[in-house]
Every structure is written in structure tokens, then in C-alpha cells.
């Protein structure tokens, strides 16, 4: 059989040749039932030349010097089920990857190919009260709660804390400490900033985070909250309180303040302190999110 010869477009009236046909007609792929009526039928086959095997369902080509099958020397398709994907193993052979569960992502791992269960993501703050039931205030000028070490936020609330008859500044104390506190913000009706150094005689109302101030009357009792965020961190926490007082005395005082405790300790414990009196009355709450 002659070399294929490419392609030719012939006119209208013109006369094909035995060469012609083998050249050009008959190099298209020939079907045979086998590797051996193939060979008998083709006995010079030409480079590029193909052949369909039925007995196994296989297209070869001619190379120039034998004949190779076309399934085996190109990419084998690997998937056996709907939605598999190839990818690239190592030496660039193709490869199955089957197809992942209803909600899964495509990931890598080790440098190949794989599906994954995406991470839930974070819903925010979930708070958890860390002392069951509340603390009550009473019989002490100092109450405090500990173990709550790594909470990121932590948030401080009071309830009716009360102490005595004399005015009195509830606030709050870190790991007891009562230095590196700063802050800025509102009482009564003068804004005021505060230091947080020990050779400053006010320092935050005695050391601490006040949230509020009794009067001077049996019944004056204060509410507030404390906020807190980088509880589980070294470095600056920043923070924000605010209280009022049920005020039917002179001395009363409420705050809205903020600023920030410049210690490096993680938070373990928070105090609550009364500055004149042991507490005779009020509840805590100490919740965490780490």
C-alpha cells in the first residue's frame, strides 16, 4: 500500500488512480477482528495508518515500524463513576480521584488531590456563665471569682451590690492587681481621665475599674457591667464598663468609661471591691467566651 499522500480535494470529472486510493481513500481506519486478520489483510502498512481491533476493542496506528495500540501509549481513562475527576499522579499518570460526599470541598493534602468536610465557621461570642448560679456580695469588702483563665472576653455583670449605709465605689479588680489600670470616660456629669500608676492618689477610684458609687443612704444599691477583650492573651486588654445606682442618698454616682489594663498576665480571677464597706447585699455574674 502506498504512503499516505494527505489530503486532496478532487474535481469534478477527474480520474482516480490506483495510487490515488491508496494514497488517499485508504487512510481512513480499517476494522479488522484481530491483530492477525489485520496483518494479513495490511502486509505494508505505512506510518500513521490506523485499525480497529474488534476482538478487543482497540484502535492502533502504525508508527513507521510496528504497530502500537492507541488506548495503552495515550492517557487510559481512569473514572469508573459519575462526577470521578483525573488528575496528575506522580510520573504524570493519570490518576482517579472519586467523587467526594454532598458538602464536601476539594482540598489538597501531601500534594495531591482530595475531598474535605469544610471547617464550621465561627457563629461569634459564645458565652458561658463560669460561676453557676452567681456569686453573692456579702460579709467582705473584696469578693473574688477565679478560674476562668482562657476566656478571650469576659464580661463582668452586678446586680444590686450593695454596701452598708455609707457611699462606697464598686468597681472591679484583675487578678486582684491594682495597678496598670487606664481609663477615660464619664461620671455624674464631669468627664474625667484617669492614671494608672501607683503615685497617683486616684488611680481609677482606689486601684481598680469603678462601675458605679452608692450614696450615702441605707438603700443605695449599684447594677453595672464590665467587659473585657484579650482575657487569654499577653499584652494590653481593652475593657469598658458602665453602672448605675439606686440613688435616695447624696454621693450617688454612675459611670460609662473605658481604657484598657496594660498588664501581661492572661486573666485568671475578677474581684469586685467595695472601697468603704463589707457588701451586704448584691450578685455576681461571670461570664466567659473563649
Known amino acids: 500500500m502506498a504512503a499516505g499522500q494527505g489530503f486532496k480535494t478532487f474535481t469534478t470529472g477527474e480520474v482516480l488512480t490506483a495510487a490515488d486510493v491508496n494514497g488517499y481513500l485508504m487512510q481512513g481506519v480499517g476494522v479488522f477482528t484481530d491483530a492477525a486478520n489485520r496483518d494479513a489483510e495490511i502486509t505494508s502498512p505505512q506510518e500513521g495508518q490506523f485499525a480497529y481491533l474488534k476482538d478487543t476493542n482497540v484502535t492502533t496506528y502504525y508508527t513507521g515500524s510496528a504497530w502500537a495500540n492507541l488506548d495503552t501509549t495515550g492517557m487510559t481513562n481512569p473514572m469508573t463513576t459519575t462526577g470521578d ?39 461569634g461570642a459564645n458565652w458561658s456563665l463560669l460561676n453557676s448560679g452567681g456569686t453573692s456580695l456579702t460579709g467582705t469588702d473584696l469578693v473574688t471569682i477565679s478560674g476562668i483563665s482562657g476566656q478571650d472576653k469576659i464580661m463582668v455583670v452586678i446586680r444590686g451590690a450593695s454596701s452598708l449605709s455609707s457611699a462606697s465605689t464598686i468597681g472591679i479588680r484583675l487578678n486582684t492587681e491594682i495597678v496598670d489600670y487606664w481609663g477615660v470616660g464619664f461620671r455624674d456629669t464631669n468627664f474625667s481621665s484617669y492614671s494608672a500608676t501607683n503615685s497617683v492618689a486616684y488611680n481609677l477610684d482606689e486601684y481598680q475599674i469603678p462601675v458605679g458609687k452608692t450614696s450615702n443612704s441605707a438603700g443605695s444599691a449599684v447594677s453595672g457591667y464590665f467587659l473585657l477583650t484579650g482575657g487569654a492573651s499577653s499584652g494590653v486588654k481593652v475593657w469598658q464598663a458602665a453602672g448605675g445606682v439606686d440613688d435616695t442618698g447624696t454621693n450617688g454616682q454612675f459611670y460609662t468609661i473605658g481604657g484598657t489594663w496594660s498588664n501581661s498576665a492572661t486573666v485568671s480571677s475578677v474581684s469586685i471591691r467595695s472601697t468603704s464597706n463589707n457588701f451586704d447585699a448584691g450578685t455576681v455574674f461571670v461570664y466567659g467566651s473563649a
Do not use: F
Open 85 to 123: 475527576t483525573i488528575y496528575s499522579s506522580s510520573g504524570s499518570t493519570p490518576a482517579r480521584l472519586g467523587i467526594g460526599s454532598t458538602g464536601q470541598v476539594l482540598t489538597v493534602s501531601g500534594g495531591l488531590p482530595s475531598w474535605a468536610t469544610p471547617a464550621t465557621p465561627s457563629a
